[in-house]
């Protein structure tokens, strides 16, 4: 019907942001119920990429291209099966997000929801960009709602947390900026022509010594993001301090970014680099998986533990992600959106706990089965879901990686199984002080069970994570043909440079002399 859907799914909830200027600041259920069903609506224009999506056909689908800025710097959208469930992902939670601030979220209401939607713009941005000056524009743009969601939203060392958090990321960015240009000056130089859209780079082999450069610049980027160790240190501050939504999405999607943008660019652009850097990485990703879960283990607090679980659980996503097969990277795509999904709950049932009791801290707590048993029971399935239990969508995901894995290499498959040991303790641990035996804090007694409005947004989440679990082939075959795709393209570049260098095509040999490219 030649409908720019994905431009429309895009910029629907910024245009609901620009609506909500406009009304007035003082009716709050006017306000919550015009952005959550646009967010709602998002979500059921975005199934539409679902339905009409062929896993067999080569080539991102829904493709808009057209001229932007010029120089090359187009406004060129699409996806492929390792974006596809990304996107879906990030409209299912927003309004999931938007529905648990309902009570949470009660001062400056309107402010809040503009960001939560801007949020949502830049993010699905991200993971349909394929021009890369597009994609760092809305890269960037997802910086600055979180900053202000957690600086003004957030909880006593919110300004701590909010500035550790911009640190970090800028700094990786404005290195991946400069990345950016070096390939666009370098493209220009063997061409002739201005291009940054991701597919023409894929065919650029350069210098060793200079790919080392620009896959450090782009790697660190995404390492900061995803977290991987040791760049993860901003992550439990932002998580504990952030608001209960804020947490939600940032470990449910804005963490994925940093995975999407190794297999999107950093692993296809930089394939010599890559085979000189995968030991280090994989190693990086084997100790997050272990340190994320040994703090995870003596964490006082709640939230703090999940954040730190994210750690050790982004650990695995990344070391299968590495391992550059096809089971492996098509179990961290998967592990992606499973972890969205578990660790979002888990954050959410947190809030939930919070706003009742007001702490999080572990020994607030205790025999809260018997006064809150439907939370509790809510509580477990996203307990065992991130702790990969059979029949919960963990452990599709988990086993998936762990086969790619071991065929890459069988001593990081032994390590990585660490991951289930460890999540099985702190997770079972912490649950079993939180909801069982007595209840020694009178306060207890006057909570309340899960109400209505919170039934509603985890019964959608907990509805997945068993078809995930029980049924995952309509999400896997979507992914695996676009998975093979890339990892095909990554492989192939490098035997091209390795052992046949003569054979770079001829629109990229440059004049003898000149430096960058071969």
């Known amino acids: 019907m030649n409908i720019p859907i994905l431009s429309l799914i895009t910029f629907l909830p910024l245009a609901g942001a620009l ?48 001229g932007w800025l010029g120089f090359g710097i187009q406004y060129h959208l699409g996806i492929d099966g390792i974006s596809l469930f990304l996107v879906l992902l990030t409209t299912l939670l927003m309004p999931i997000a938007l529905l648990s601030s309902w009570s949470y979220i009660q001062d400056r209401i309107k402010v809040y929801l503009i960001f939560m939607l801007i949020l949502e713009t830049g993010i699905i941005g991200v993971f349909i960009s394929l021009n890369m000056f597009l994609f760092y524009v809305f890269w960037e743009a997802t910086l600055i709602p979180m900053y202000f969601l957690i600086g003004i939203w957030g909880g ?65 980027a995404f390492a900061i993001k995803v977290p991987m160790f040791p760049f993860h240190t901003w992550l439990p501050d932002a998580h504990v301090e952030a608001p ?46 272990i ?85 509790s029971a809510f509580f477990l399935v996203a307990l065992l879901s991130s702790a990969g239990l059979p029949g919960l969508n963990g452990f599709v995901g988990e086993i998936t990686c762990f086969f790619g894995i071991f065929a890459a290499n069988k001593t990081f498959a032994i390590l990585s199984v660490s991951t289930v040991i460890l999540a099985a303790a702190y997770l079972l641990w912490m649950f079993e002080r939180v909801m069982h035996g007595p209840i020694t804090n009178e306060k207890i007694l006057s909570y309340k069970d899960v109400n209505k409005r919170e039934i509603v947004y985890l019964v959608p989440i907990v509805v997945l994570m068993f078809w995930m679990g029980l049924y995952p082939q309509p999400f896997l075959r979507k992914i695996e043909p676009s998975v093979a795709r890339a990892i095909a393209g990554i492989k192939s570049a490098t035997k091209v440079f390795v052992q046949k260098p003569e054979s770079v095509p001829a629109k990229f040999k440059i004049p003898e002399g000149s430096a960058g490219i071969r």
Request: avoid cysteine; glycine fraction near 8%.
């Open 19 to 66: 609506l909500l200027i406009f009304l007035p600041k003082e009716n709050k259920n006017l306000l919550y119920g015009i952005a959550l069903s646009l967010a709602v609506v998002v979500f059921l224009v975005s199934l539409s990429l679902y339905f009409g999506f062929d896993a067999q056909a080569d080539g991102p689908q829904f493709v808009e291209k057209t």
């Open 291 to 375: 340190y994320g879960g040994l703090m995870a283990l003596i964490q006082k607090d709640i939230k703090s533990l999940v954040a730190y679980s994210s750690v050790s659980h982004m650990g695995l996503i990344m070391l299968a992600l590495f391992s550059l097969n096809v089971e492996g990277a098509t179990g961290a795509i998967y592990q992606m959106l499973n972890h969205g999904l578990s660790t979002g709950m888990l954050f959410l049932v947190v809030g939930i706990l919070y706003e009742r009791s007001h702490t999080r801290l572990i020994k607030d707590f205790g025999g809260l089965s018997k006064q809150m048993p439907v939370f």
């Open 244 to 289: 209960t939504a804020g947490s939600v999405i940032l470990a449910a999607v804005l963490l994925k970014m940093g995975a999407y943008g190794f297999i999107r660019f950093a692993l296809p652009l930089f394939p010599n680099a890559v085979e000189t850097f995968l030991p280090v990485l994989s190693v990086l990703a084997i100790i997050g998986i």
């Open 156 to 220: 006593k060392r919110r300004i701590y947390a909010t500035m550790k958090f911009v640190l970090f990321t800028m700094l990786g960015s404005l290195l991946m900026l400069v990345a950016i240009f070096v390939l666009y000056h370098l493209y220009y130089k063997a061409t002739g022509t201005y291009s940054l859209n991701i597919f023409d780079y894929y065919q650029m082999l350069l210098d060793p010594k200079l790919q080392t450069w620009l896959f450090l610049a782009f790697a660190l």
